[in-house]
């Protein structure tokens, strides 16, 4: 039953009276649920539903069957009196931006256009330093790093530029190997900031001729101070065979001991354990075989930030020239590397597949001004896509405008956003286009967009905060690159639903008026001979376009041309046909392709055997899907941010088939600070912790540059005057005396006043397997078991031993990312729960749409490890990402079902497909299309 009533707000109290009879004057519409209880708590016979407007009165809007009791029908008319306001102020911002379309476009277009330059000017940067990307904020290995860099007086990270010589696999051993290896340091030494970087000042000539300010570690060590010249001279009458007793050798020629892992790789025999006071036999430790050479430069400590780099920077164009070369002569190859390469080649990906960005927004006008296209020039609407994909590359820009303008850095993973941003925000304009269609051609144009922001305002503005808040609670992950991303994605998604409704709204308002006037699409300054559309009202007018007298008098003198494309609902083939059609005046409109697709989608979906087995289907994939997921695993790889090509791959490929390990990321310093080094037992506790430290199963050598070690065999060979003196005096004397000092003055910090205050010791991880991630895990839940358990350490918040390697925030991340994942999934699904409380008018829409978002997610995953994706920082941001898409569709048709006034489900599921269905299909697809650009990406980033 229904019965008509008007209410009239009382403005003082802001309640509804009644008023039978009144007119009710359509300004802000939002439908409200009016209550008839019964002594049962639920309403028996009616359920009637009831409209607000902004002239505070009320209308009867529809009627649907009894559901639910007398709660959950305050619980509606409480939602439906929330949105009352909210639909107001949107409705008054569409308005103001239909009626004034020349100024919000000019002003839109200057604030984006302002915005990004002034952050490009200012704060912009681009972060591609994994050592900042990944590391967890606030963990245990960010402390430990901050400290050895900014206090610990080892500065931060000693800058490297490394080399590796192969054959592909044949022999290297011999005079060309060793004569290549020359050539390449001569090229590092031969850049004009060497002398900056690694010459010794005069007062280091005299006090120690043989330091080498820029340590080397390569075969050219067994000559003296890797003079090249020296080697010629050598190998003039030398064969093969002398060069290999040469490089034989256990020690370097400033007395060094040789780790043959580390200048050539897997050889035969390796000679592991070699150290100070152990003697071989020649014949036995004589080098057999060996497969390439590796040269590593160690900058000095203390050089300048810039002029390291620079160097680095011209030994890198210099090594790669030569590559070349080698490349094209013969078999020998060339590998290089240096600390800055990764983040060159993080940034080279993200510059080089910038030009994707423009191809997708290129992609995405051309598909909406080929959808909106039509064969009459005057009623297509190709100008009016294209304005649709241009909101949303002004809403990136002032989103990314503003966050450049506040500093948050610009990644790799970044740059992915605008692709998923193109289908998030023409979703909204197609569904906007969609509920303007909707409307009466023949009404004002300002009243169109009135009716159509009344029917999917509320809608866009759930999906839009939904997938805002989803972002937004996804960047209190401890991991910088994710929340960086975060940062970025969350601000834009609600800028482009700000430019939605004005900046595009002001295009369509635009757009109408050319139509009215018989203007051709896109060539706007051509009329059309032929009759054009209706006069624009007066009323309808705005008074920053001009229309001249002769437009006004052609448009008087016409009909409605969409009236030419108009059948009555009567002539329609089906029942489902018919439901597309908007009713107006006995009449309807034409199918058009979309439509008549989803007219047969709905006769299928809807037929009682196909119901019950889309349930079936989807609770076997549910189920399927969660078994695959529950066998996803963690994998890390830098090469994936690389792009394809890079020579960074090579070189990690080449370390990985010829020495066993990737080199520089598996070397580990064990420090002891706040130490007193003159009390025996603490000397003692720190052999203990390195013996700790040794008997892990991923370490199996013991150091073989241990201070301490090389320390005690130095008193035992001393004199007696020297043992008679005190531990800073013998330590100074130590350090004074080579080969300890070139070894071991890098690795000790002592005071003003001789103390030494902080040591460290150099080991190597040799038994963590790069590819499983699990074990990098426990590697660095065992070493840290390692440090809490030294009785120094007991009740210490800064441990007093730890070791560190530059590969513990990357394990570390391993370690979080999981639960960071869990985490973040959580906070977002609970925050699509509570907005869809709060703005679907019943309590089963949220129900629905928690779930269904759980599904699809839990399907995802399920189908990731099918496709062989591991959980890792890439896909971590994508299933952030997912979410917010995944809510975006799921929201609207939920809404919208709740919203359609028809009698049965059945049909409400025909209106609510018919129409928001039908944009949200076409928005589909738009996403898709955004997205294939990603394909052509130069890393694994966007595959």
Avoid at 703 to 716: R, T, V
Wanted: aromatic content about 10%; some cysteine; glycine content about 6%.
């Amino acid at each position: 039953k229904s019965k008509k009533r008007i209410f009239e707000m009382d403005e003082t109290s802001n309640t509804p009276t009644a008023n039978d009879g009144a007119e009710a004057k359509a300004d802000v519409a939002v439908t409200v649920e009016i209550m008839d209880p019964t002594p049962g708590g639920c309403n028996e016979n009616r359920n009637e539903l009831e409209t607000f407007d902004s002239t505070n009165n009320i209308t009867d809007q529809h009627s649907t069957e009894q559901s639910g009791c007398k709660c959950l029908k305050r619980w509606t008319h409480f939602i439906e009196n929330r949105k009352v306001p909210l639909l107001r102020v949107l409705k008054r911002v569409a308005l103001f931006s239909a009626t004034r379309p020349i100024t919000v476009i000019v002003c839109v277009l200057l604030i984006s256009l302002i915005l990004v330059g002034v952050g490009f000017m200012t704060n912009f940067r681009v972060e591609s330093d994994s050592d900042f990307l990944w590391a967890p904020i606030g963990s245990q290995p960010v402390k430990h790093r901050e400290w050895l860099w900014d206090e610990s007086g080892f500065g931060r990270n000693v800058r490297w530029v490394e080399a590796q010589i192969n054959r592909g696999g044949s022999e290297v051993l011999g005079l060309e190997g060793v004569r290549r290896v020359f050539e390449v340091l001569d090229i590092m030494k031969s850049q004009p900031e060497y002398v900056s970087v690694c010459a010794l000042t005069e007062e280091e000539k005299k006090e120690t001729p043989n330091f080498e300010p820029c340590p080397t570690r390569a075969v050219t060590g067994f000559w003296e101070k890797h003079d090249s010249s020296l080697f010629e001279a050598f190998s003039a009458n030398a064969t093969d065979d002398d060069v290999i007793d040469v490089i034989s050798g256990l020690t370097f020629a400033n007395g060094a001991l040789v780790n043959r892992l580390k200048i050539l790789g897997i050889v035969q025999p390796p000679v592991n354990d070699n150290a100070y006071g152990n003697v071989y036999d020649p014949d036995e430790v004589r080098l057999q075989s060996a497969q390439a050479y590796k040269i590593s430069m160690s900058l000095r400590t203390g050089t300048e930030e810039e002029t390291a780099m620079k160097f680095e920077e011209n030994a890198l164009d210099g090594l790669l020239k030569l590559r070349d070369e080698w490349e094209k002569s013969g078999d020998w190859v060339l590998e290089v590397l240096a600390s800055r390469s990764f983040d060159d080649e993080l940034s080279r990906a993200i510059v080089k597949d910038i030009p994707l960005m423009v191809a997708s927004f290129v992609i995405m006008g051309m598909f909406c001004s080929i959808y909106f296209a039509k064969r009459d020039r005057v009623l297509s609407r190709s100008a009016m896509g294209t304005g649709a994909v241009v909101s949303v590359l002004l809403a990136l820009m002032t989103g990314y405008g503003i966050l450049f303008c506040i500093g948050v850095p610009f990644t790799s993973l970044t740059q992915v956003f605008p692709f998923i941003l193109v289908g998030i925000g023409l979703d909204d304009g197609f569904i906007i286009i969609g509920a303007f269609d909707r409307t009466d051609p023949k009404a004002k144009v300002e009243e169109r967009i009135e009716q159509a922001m009344d029917e999917i305002g509320i809608s866009i503005f759930v999906t839009t905060l939904t997938t805002f808040l989803a972002f937004m609670l996804g960047s209190v992950t401890k991991i910088p690159a994710v929340r960086w991303f975060c940062f970025y994605a969350g601000p834009c998604v609600f800028i482009d639903f700000i430019y939605q409704i004005t900046f595009f709204v002001a295009v369509l308002k635009l757009d109408q008026i050319r139509i009215r006037s018989g203007r051709y699409d896109i060539i706007c300054c051509c009329k059309s001979s032929r009759p054009s559309t209706s006069a624009v009202e007066t009323s309808d007018k705005d008074p920053n376009i001009e229309v001249d007298a002769k437009d006004e008098e052609d448009n008087d003198a016409t009909e409605v041309r969409q009236d030419d494309v108009r059948e009555p609902i009567d002539s329609m083939d089906n029942e489902a046909d018919a439901a597309i059609y908007v009713p107006g005046e006995g009449k309807g409109r034409k199918l058009d392709f979309t439509s008549r697709l989803m007219a047969k989608y709905i006769s299928f979906i809807l037929r009682p055997a196909t119901k019950a087995c889309v349930l079936i289907f989807f609770a076997v994939l549910l189920i399927l899907g969660a078994i695959s997921a529950s066998k996803m695993k963690e994998t890390f790889d830098f090469r994936t941010m690389t792009a394809s090509g890079s020579y960074l791959n090579a070189y990690l490929d080449a370390t990985e088939v010829y020495f066993g390990d990737t080199p520089g990321l598996f070397d580990v310093f064990v420090y002891a600070r706040d130490v007193d080094f003159t009390a025996e037992e603490n000397r003692t506790a720190m052999d203990n912790f390195v013996n700790d430290m040794v008997g892990l199963d991923y370490i199996t050598h013991y150091p073989s540059d241990y201070w301490l070690k090389d320390f005690k065999y130095f008193i035992d060979q001393a004199s007696a005057d020297v043992k008679s003196k005190s531990f800073n005096d013998q330590i100074s004397i130590f350090l004074e005396t080579e080969p300890y000092k070139a070894i071991h003055t890098d690795h000790i910090i002592r005071d003003s006043a001789g103390n030494l205050i902080v040591s460290r010791v150099k080991m190597f991880y040799d038994k963590v397997d790069q590819a499983d991630v699990k074990n990098q895990v426990t590697a660095l839940l065992d070493q840290r078991r390692v440090s809490k358990s030294q009785p120094l350490n007991d009740g210490m918040e800064d441990w007093a031993f730890f070791s560190f390697a530059n590969m513990y925030p990357i394990w570390e991340f391993y370690s979080v990312v999981v639960n960071e994942l869990i985490l973040t999934t959580v906070l977002a699904i609970s925050s699509v729960a509570v907005i869809t409380l709060f703005f679907i008018p019943h309590p089963v829409g949220c129900v629905i749409v928690t779930l269904t978002v759980s599904m699809v997610f839990v399907d995802l995953l399920g189908f990731m490890q099918i496709a062989g994706l591991d959980i890792n920082s890439l896909t971590s941001i994508c299933l952030v990402m997912s979410i917010g898409l995944i809510v975006d569709f799921v929201a609207h048709i939920v809404h919208i079902y709740f919203e359609v006034d028809e009698d049965t489900r059945d049909k409400k599921v025909e209106q609510t497909l018919m129409t928001m269905g039908k944009s949200i299909l076409v928005g589909g697809f738009s996403t898709f299309l955004g997205t294939l650009p990603l394909c052509l990406g130069t890393s694994e980033v966007f595959w």
